[in-house]
Structures are given as structure tokens and as C-alpha cells.
């Protein structure tokens, strides 16, 4: 599946091409498959590259197939708009595009590169997982562009992938006509080619293919976590950092093939009457997702496909075989909602401890200890904090554990607590992503000096992790590694950022306790 550079030099021209009307000056670079035209911002700063193809597009016989290399072509090609998003049905409703509209034709990538104040050398380069759940999301989305991150010295890549029945259909006819014998995770295969361009190709931007951080949030935080465990991205990345989740949890999980296989065949039979893939092939797209959206966003899971992933995250972890990399891992603080844990019942006392008898049966007495009820608003936050560990903390707690067990790398862990303005007052799931891209005004909010400062932080945070492997840097507080020997100390990010002893390890032990007894 890896598609390897050409022989030729990979060269940089970053020539100017002249100014236009609106003050945009032109630029291009030569990569591996021709020259492309990249744009500098009217303010001087940021030199970009939108909509790069990085593999080929998947349609007609590539659907459902690994990512192929790219056709090279000959001139020119613009590169200064988002490419299309990925097919997609559910969106979100914190989500906002910036581009032409969905498409089978999707696999493209985007590059930030400091233009103004640029250090010396080789740029330390950070590559970006969007979330959504592996069904919706894109990289054209103004909360996660890169233009602001990348003036603390380093080069921001973005990409699409696949998602969905596109990226994780698994079907027996698939896996026999693999030469792998695999089925289902393309999307992620999508992300191991990306990967393998930066690696090819990012010299010709200023950045150097041997300092690649990955980073992403929700699904693309559990796809950090899978790229660590997964052979065919090793030696491709030097550190990573994952923002809410892993997938080592209840809210995205790992199936078998064969599980995944016997779903896929399940929806091809109902909805098209068969398995031919040369007929599914030749479906448009967007019947083939109406379909796929009559059932529930997890049906076509990700899976342990003997060759992304040659078995679950949690043995290839345990067996210390993934990469041996410096991690950044954490979590928002109110990942979850006291709604989900009552089904509808009101939220009372009484009402809290029928559902933990429920749940939990003669683990209740333990649940309740460590998750009280003892009020009414005592209810709704520890029924908020039940559901956001269930949902994201214990998932991303128990990656890092494992990293910190069986690697030497060193680890580092944050709770993001800093609230977001009123309307909202909290920290809810994906809070954090402006903050750490340095673009608020992305989001109509009463934001404050405090809310830009923390923004501020966290954006030297990652970027030092990115350049050294250690977030710590000049005029940030100190952020101590995470290690049972300082006392599992964990990153407050917040106006008055400080590190303190993890107070809910008790909270993730406990459930990770009931984990392994399932």
C-alpha cells in the first residue's frame, strides 16, 4: 500500500509569481508529482498550500481499495482552495466548511508554512487529524486552520479521508481480493499514505521529514492511537499528541473482521441484493450513503483487519509494539452530559441510585462511592463526570497508561478546564480545538483576554512538544512529565495553568477494573 517518492530530487522553487489585485503574491513548490501554486497571505506572514492530492482519487474500481499513488501531472497545479470533504451525512452542528461540498473525491491535503520571523533550518512539522466520529468533519473547517499555529515555527499539515460505509466497509469479497487478505479501515490507510507524503514531500516545503508530530482530536485523537499501534506508520511520525480519546474505550471500539465483514455483508445484501463488488462499485456515491445513513453512525466500525492493525489496540500496547514515541495526551473536562446517564428519568437522588443498581449491580455500592449523589447538583455533576469518563477520559487515561508502561518516551497528560464564554460556561467535547489553533474569532463568542491567553499557552504547549519533544519552554509555567514517581501529575489548562496529583485516578482504576472483568 505505501506509496513511495519518486527517484528524482524533491526540490524547492518558491518562486514569486507576481502580485495580484487583492494582494495575494503567488508560490510554488516542486514535489514528487509536479509543481504546485501556493498563495502568501496579504499580511506576509503565511505562505499556504490548499487541496494537494496525496493519493489518487478513490472512485469506480479504487472504491474500497488502499490509497493508490498519485498521478503526476504536468505545469502548474493551483493549490489555493480547500479540497472537497469526504462524503459524509451527519455533520455536526459545531461543524462549518470552507469548501466546495462533499465527494468521493477527497484524499487532498493542506500546508501552513511560517513565512514572516521563520527560524533557520528545517521546520518542525505538525500533521492533523480532524474528528467527527469517522463520519463526518473536514480540514476546511476555520477552527482548525493552520495559519496562526504555524507562526510559532512550524509547518501544518491537514488532510480528508474517508469515512464512513467509504472508509470502513469490510466484505468478504474485499478481504479476498486484498492481497493482505484485509477489509474495512481505509480511512485510516488514508492517513497512513498522508503521512507517507509528508514524509516524501515535506522537504520541499521547509520541513523536516524526520520531526512529523501527529495530532487530532475525538476520532482523530483514537486515530493517533491507532497510527501508534499500527505497523505500516512506523518510523513516519516523532511524537504525538491526542485530544480526547483512544481507542481503548465504549464510545468507539475496535470489531474483528470478521465482525465487520458479517455487518458489511448484512447491509449490501438489504439494501443493493449483493456482494459483487464490481455492482457496488459502480453505485453513485450518494445512494450508497443514503443507504449507509438509514443505520446508526458506529455500524461500520473500525476493525482489526490483520494488516493496519494486526490485532486489538489494547494487545499491541500491552506487548509495548507500538511506537516508541513521545505522547501528549488528555481530555476536556466536561466531556459528558448528566442527560445520557438518566435515559429521560429525572435527575434525582433516588433516580441516580436505580440507574448505578442498573448498571453497575453489586458494583453500585463502589460506583457511588467514588461518583456521589448526595444533592441535587452533586447528581448532575457526577452523573456529567460518569458519562464524560465513560464517553473519552477513560479511553484516553488508559492509552496513556499503557504508553507510560511499556515505552520509555515521555508522557504527558492535560485536562483542558477552561470554560468557554456564556452562552455556554463549560468545556464541553471539542472545546479545546480553537484554542489550540490560535483562532477563536473562528466562533461567535464573548471571548475575554483570559480566554486569548490560554489560547496562547496552549498553542507553546503544543509546538514545543512538536519541536522537542517536551511542552515546556520559555514563559509557560511548568508542566512536569506524567509518571507514577511525581504522583501522576496532570496539566490544568486555564488562566492559572498549573500541574496538581491526578484526584480521579480512582474514577478510571474503577472502570478499568470492570473492563477486564467484561
Known sequence: ?????????????????????HELRYVTAKTAD??????????????????IPYAAPPVGPLRWKPPQPVQPWEGIRKAV????????????????????GPSEDCLYLNIWIPEANRPEG??????????????????????????NLCKKGVIVVSFNYRMGVFGFLALPELSKESEHNAS??????????????????????????????????????????????????????????????????????????????????????AEFGTTSLEKLRALPA????????????????????????????????????QSHVALLAGWNKDEGNYRSFFNGDDPTPENYVKHADLLF???????????????????????????GDKFIAYSTWKWIELQLKTVDSPVYRYEFDQPLPPPVEATPHASDIEFVFCVLSSRDLPWTQGDRDVSELMASYWTNFAKTGDPNGTGVPHWPRYDGADGYQVMHLQEEAAAAVDSHRSRYEFLDTLRSAR
Open 1 to 21: 500500500m505505501r506509496i513511495h517518492a519518486r527517484k528524482w530530487a524533491v526540490m524547492v522553487l518558491f518562486v514569486m509569481q507576481g502580485v495580484q489585485a
Open 34 to 51: 509536479g509543481i504546485l501554486e501556493g498563495v502568501i497571505s496579504p499580511d506576509g506572514k503565511v505562505r499556504t498550500f490548499k487541496g
Open 81 to 100: 482552495e480547500f479540497p472537497p470533504r469526504a462524503m459524509q451525512g451527519r455533520i455536526y452542528s459545531d461543524m462549518i466548511f470552507h469548501d466546495s
Open 122 to 147: 528545517k521546520l518542525p512539522v505538525m500533521v492533523w487529524i480532524h474528528g467527527g466520529g469517522f463520519v463526518a468533519g473536514a480540514s476546511s473547517e476555520p477552527r482548525q486552520d493552520g495559519g
Open 184 to 269: 474495512g479501515d481505509y480511512g485510516l490507510l488514508d492517513q497512513v499514505a498522508a503521512l507517507e507524503w509528508v514524509k516524501a514531500n515535506i522537504a520541499a516545503f521547509g520541513g523536516d521529514p524526520d520531526n512529523v508530530t501527529i495530532f487530532g482530536e475525538s476520532a482523530g485523537s483514537f486515530s493517533v492511537s491507532a497510527l501508534m499501534a499500527s505497523p505500516l506508520s512506523k518510523g513516519l511520525f516523532r511524537r504525538a499528541i491526542g485530544e480526547s480519546g483512544a481507542f481503548f474505550g465504549k464510545s468507539l471500539h475496535l470489531v474483528s473482521r470478521d465482525s465487520a465483514e458479517k455487518a458489511g455483508v448484512k447491509f449490501v445484501k
Open 286 to 321: 450518494q445512494e450508497v450513503l443514503d443507504a449507509a445513513l438509514k443505520l446508526p453512525h458506529e455500524y461500520f466500525s473500525q476493525d482489526v483487519d490483520g494488516y493496519f492493525l494486526t490485532e486489538s489496540c489494547d494487545s499491541i500496547y500491552a506487548a509495548g509494539n
Open 361 to 387: 449491580g453489586g458494583d453500585a455500592g463502589t460506583f457511588l462511592k467514588l461518583y456521589p449523589a448526595a444533592t441535587d447538583s452533586e447528581v448532575k455533576q457526577s452523573a456529567s463526570d460518569f458519562e
